[in-house]
């Protein structure tokens, strides 16, 4: 017989004290960005007072508006581009014997985690700039490009340790009961896999937002993004303008989510 | 799947608006990350009915090493003077003869025949200031006007003095402070610069960027620095004081050049042109505190510039000040191991 | 449906060969978008190693094997003599040692993290998992400028400190290797936790609440029934993590003050002021092969374990 304090399995003890700091911890800084947006003074880190100033600025710059809206562009672009071919990739690497070739795949799709960023930067600036200059075409499609290449480990790894060891007899079941191999995917197999894949399509999401050095490399003129219109500050002063943007990226992705939370559990309750 | 149709919609959009051009012509400036005046941007744009893009960067490599893999589009850059015979050596450059625009006779006689572009038949003035050294008069009070601030702190900074992260800049400090000439490759010198530094480092704080803010907020009581960023760190810290070392400091200027493979070559003239116009010069300086070496300027700069210590170098200290070339392979190899040795 | 059966084996081998060729098909988009936008380019690279530096960037096409000479051994820039490059090592150690630091602290809070949202009913998983990535949708320089906030001698949490009185005078976390490791570890936080997230929640918990009577103790739960569960998504996280802490730039720069290097910002100097390119591709190339060692001895050993 068991002691009297009911022990599950679902709660370690200590774990969710851990993962209430954690949280708690990730969020501290966002709240001082939050706050610091309404600095009166110029400066990122001295408060001198309350102040809308910083909303005014941005909502007056073009530059770093523009700047904002590129990188999400870029970002959605390049996490749906690397999610699709990773889960692709994944499909074709495991849950399966080995076949020839296999570890050569595995080591080239992590291949840009292994290089320091400013490597793989100058190597595309040389690549697509002789591109560049053969074809004349300039647009966004080169950041595009590059950003769907390196975020594909990123999309690639969650999904692949889900796969790992994932339960088969639901598949053969239905392979079994004669469904389709295409049908046996979507009904089976993809829900199966969908918490790896909304796992990696959010890293890459992530991943791509955050880039600095490739995107300095490749961009051609007028494709600043965010990251990129920072570095150029970095040197002088960062000004409090980008906790501004910050905020409103932020207050903008809450809503966006309960919006999103309302309807889907609307969906689920009908259903 | 709604996603995917509103990213479809959006990048389409953005793509479109990029491609269009509600203006006569186009101008594409590649220049340094915050140090542009928008005002000055919409005024060009207004008067020639342009419309004008900028672009940032963050450091004379990254600048050169993309405009001489080619293909990015950009008209104008904003080399740091020094750099541009490196331009002009690879052929990166319009000789666009800047010395027989209409407002060339606005440029102060200083700036005229520089070292780096013998009469101007390439670039215009943008910015020029000098690097020295910013204090915090409250920890302490002594002599400021000597490199010995970081190279050999007095006892009321230690650990309290930043430097920033300019190998060029730092190294050549050092070398006149030992008693050196700028590029020297003379092993006993070199060995001096580079106990001097590894005998100071312990003594300093960090190595960083971002010096104005810090200044003001007396997290650093001391760094070397620019002297439009001790500027703006003294209007809100009056405490923050410039020194030009005696020993002998850096002085540069940015310049305005047009690219040879520039689609919008007419435009670039123009603004070249433009930037050489006392009020126009005046609003480049406004926004980024340095001054500009247009004469007739300064009646247009704001009140608070005029007169500035920062921006006035004392008669006796003038001299100290040089323009230090890009140094050859040779000497900079020796450099580069010595800020390694540093920063191991 | 009348079709006369094959025989033994020969299907055998045809199935055999559709499921090679299947894999290589499903994997041949991600590769050949690889190749045009990140490995393929950095041929350049490995060519670059081979010659010589050019005046103010670039490379002089005359091969050397200088560059690969230079990551081990320098010539002493006064007395001549080559000895081993000491700074080099010093810096390779410190990025290890600061990366494999990261990697831990990032597990001892990723793990419970992850495991939390994993427990979590149906929905409010989806909930708990964007509140993992809501903060890292800010910028990473933002990020980075906040913490430099909370941690600065002035700073957020000094001032607590300081007001209930535990220290007297503000503790210097900045431009320390502590002020490097919360930086990394906070940046890198979620590459851990979402794919142990992932690994983790293809878990049935019923399962194990009914059999997890046959452990004696939590202790033995743990190390039967979780460890085995969680370890892929550790490797996995762990790799996300380690590799790029190793090559970080931004973090050492803004919190350590850049007093010390790591290896990222060694090969920009190289690629930068230093204007090195052959010896910033040839430390590259030598980071690149350290990695794919590690990583193919890491496939070696995962796939032993699931074929067993």
Not at chain 2, 36 to 42: A, D, G, S
Not at chain 2, 159 to 167: I, Q, R
Not at chain 3, 131 to 143: D, E, S
């Amino acid at each position: 017989m068991r002691g009297a304090k009911p022990f599950s399995i679902r709660r370690i003890p200590g774990f969710t004290m851990i993962a209430v700091t954690c949280f708690v911890l990730l969020y501290a800084p966002i709240l001082t960005i939050v706050v610091y947006s309404f600095n009166a003074g110029d400066s990122v880190a001295l408060w001198k007072g309350f102040s809308l100033k910083w909303y005014v600025v941005a909502a007056q710059n073009q530059q770093v508006q523009e700047a904002t809206l590129r990188s999400l562009v870029i970002a959605l672009a390049a996490s749906l581009i690397s999610t699709t071919l990773a889960t692709m990739a994944a499909l074709g690497t495991t849950r399966t014997r080995g076949f020839p070739g296999r570890t050569a795949i595995y080591v080239m799709i992590n291949q840009p985690l292994m290089v320091p960023e400013i490597v793989t930067a100058v190597a595309l600036l040389i690549f697509f700039a002789s591109i560049k200059v053969a074809t004349g075409y300039t647009g966004l499609g080169y950041l595009i490009l590059a950003h769907s290449a390196f975020c594909i480990p990123f999309a690639y790894l969650p999904i692949r340790a889900r796969m790992e060891g994932m339960d088969l007899s639901l598949e053969s079941a239905a392979a079994d009961l004669y469904a389709t191999p295409w049908r046996t995917f979507r009904r089976i197999t993809l829900p199966l896999m969908a918490p790896g894949i909304v796992a990696g399509a959010m890293l890459a999401f992530v991943i791509s937002l955050d880039d600095v050095i490739i995107t300095e490399f490749v961009k051609s003129a007028g494709q600043d993004t965010l990251p990129t219109y920072m570095l150029g500050q970095l040197r002088r002063a960062i000004t409090p303008e980008v906790n501004a943007i910050s905020t409103v990226l932020l207050a903008l992705t809450v809503l966006l989510l309960t919006v999103f939370f309302i309807l889907s559990g609307r969906g689920t309750a009908k259903s | 799947m709604h996603l995917i149709r509103l990213t479809t919609a959006t990048a389409a959009a953005l793509l479109a608006t990029t491609a269009l051009s509600f203006a006569e012509g186009e101008l594409n400036i590649y220049n340094w990350g915050n140090y542009t005046n928008p005002e000055l941007i919409k005024k060009f744009e207004e008067k020639y009915d342009v419309k004008v893009t900028l672009t940032d960067y963050d450091s004379n490599t990254t600048a050169l090493t993309k405009i001489e893999a080619g293909g990015s589009g950009f008209d104008i850059v904003v080399p740091t003077g020094n750099w541009v015979p490196i331009y002009v050596e690879k052929g990166l450059l319009l000789e666009t003869r800047p010395d027989q625009m209409e407002n060339f006779k606005n440029v102060a006689e200083r700036w005229v025949d520089v070292p780096w572009d013998p009469g101007r038949h390439y670039t215009v003035p943008w910015q020029w200031g000098t690097t020295g050294v910013a204090v915090n008069k409250t920890s302490y009070s002594g002599d400021v006007n000597t490199s010995a601030i970081f190279l050999d702190p007095p006892e009321e900074l230690v650990g309290k003095v930043n430097v920033v992260p300019e190998m060029n800049d730092i190294i050549n400090m050092t070398i006149f402070y030992v008693g050196g000439e700028a590029c020297t490759e003379d092993k006993e010198v070199l060995k001096k610069v580079r106990d001097t530094l590894v005998a100071a480092k312990p003594k300093w704080l960090s190595m960083d960027y971002g010096t104005t803010d810090k200044l003001k907020s007396g997290e650093y009581q001391a760094t070397v620095n620019w002297n439009g960023s001790t500027f703006r760190a003294r209007l809100e810290n009056p405490e923050v004081v410039y020194g030009y070392p005696k020993e002998g400091y850096p002085l540069w200027m940015d310049a305005v050049a047009v690219l040879k493979d520039a689609k919008n070559v007419e435009n670039a003239k123009l603004f070249q042109n433009f930037i050489m116009e006392p009020e126009n010069a005046a609003l480049i300086s406004s926004f980024a505190r340095y001054a500009n070496g247009i004469k007739g300027s300064e009646a247009f700069m704001p009140e608070d510039m005029k007169g500035a210590p920062e921006l006035d170098t004392p008669e006796d200290l003038q001299a100290a000040g040089q323009f230090i070339p890009v140094c050859p392979k040779s000497a900079r190899d020796i450099y580069t191991a010595i800020w390694t040795e540093l920063q191991k | 449906m009348t079709r006369k059966p094959p025989e033994p084996g020969v299907l055998e081998a045809r199935l055999e060969a559709t499921r090679v060729k299947r894999n290589w098909l499903l994997s041949l988009p991600a590769l050949v978008l690889l190749l045009v936008g990140a490995s393929g380019p950095l041929l350049i690279v490995l060519v670059y190693s081979f010659m010589e530096p050019g005046d103010y960037s670039g490379v002089v096409w005359k091969p050397t094997f200088d560059a690969w000479v230079q990551i081990f051994f320098s010539r002493d820039i006064f007395d001549d003599t080559l000895g081993l490059a000491d700074a080099h090592l010093t810096i390779f150690w410190r990025s290890v040692r600061l990366s494999l630091l990261t990697t831990l602290i990032t597990i001892a809070f990723g793990l419970p993290t992850a495991y939390f949202i994993a427990t979590r009913p149906g929905r409010a998983r989806v909930f708990w998992l964007f509140l993992i990535t809501i903060p890292f949708w800010t910028n990473l320089l933002v990020r980075t400028f906040a913490i430099l906030e909370m941690i600065r001698s002035e700073g957020l949490i000094n001032t607590w400190l300081q007001n209930l009185g535990l220290i007297s005078e503000p503790l210097q976390i900045m431009y320390t290797d502590t002020a490097v490791l919360i930086g990394m570890a906070y940046v890198y936080l979620p590459l851990m936790v979402l794919p142990l997230y992932a690994a983790i929640e293809r878990f049935d918990f019923r399962l194990v609440e009914a059999g997890y009577d046959l452990y004696a103790n939590r202790w033995q739960v743990l190390r039967r029934v979780i460890l085995p569960i969680v370890k892929p998504g550790i490797v996995a996280g762990s790799i996300l993590v380690f590799v790029p802490s190793l090559g970080a730039y931004v973090t050492p720069r803004v919190l350590g003050g850049g007093k010390n290097m790591m290896i990222g910002n060694f090969i920009e100097l190289q690629f930068g002021q230093g204007r090195n390119w052959p010896l910033g591709s040839s430390l590259s190339i030598l980071l690149l092969l350290i990695v794919m060692v590690a990583l193919l001895f890491y496939v070696r050993v995962s796939t032993r374990e699931s074929e067993r």
